[in-house]
């Protein structure tokens, strides 16, 4: 099962399993991740699911489109890296991916 890191604003780690398959938002909603709020379930309409990657874990995934860009244009904490939790589906390739979470879903 891969293992995925969620590193907080104030830098504390959080290492999680996620099953493949699934979103990398259900998998931190699953394992109670504080910051991943995932108001909207992963219907892509909230972006309160938005993470940062490392430079390697955005190479993996690539860039967000349609939708997830739209999305994260409207928040105030975007950065190149930016992402939407929702719709990253978790395979074996992203074993070790970290993520950071931004200071506020909100803005």
Not at 31 to 36: F, G, L, Q, S, Y
Not at 55 to 82: C, I, Q
């Amino acid at each position: 099962m891969p293992r995925i890191t969620f590193i907080d604003a104030r830098g504390v780690r959080r290492e999680i399993e996620a099953r493949a398959g699934a979103s990398l938002m259900e998998a931190a909603v699953r394992a109670n991740v504080p910051d991943i709020l995932a108001e909207c379930g992963g219907a892509l309409s909230c972006g309160t699911c938005h993470i940062y990657l490392d430079e390697a874990g955005f190479a993996l995934v690539g860039a967000p489109e349609g939708g997830e860009a739209d999305l994260l244009d409207f928040s105030d904490h975007r950065r190149e890296t930016s992402r939407l939790a929702c719709q990253i589906i978790v395979t074996d390739a992203l074993d070790g991916l970290v993520a950071t979470t931004p200071e506020s879903q909100y803005g």
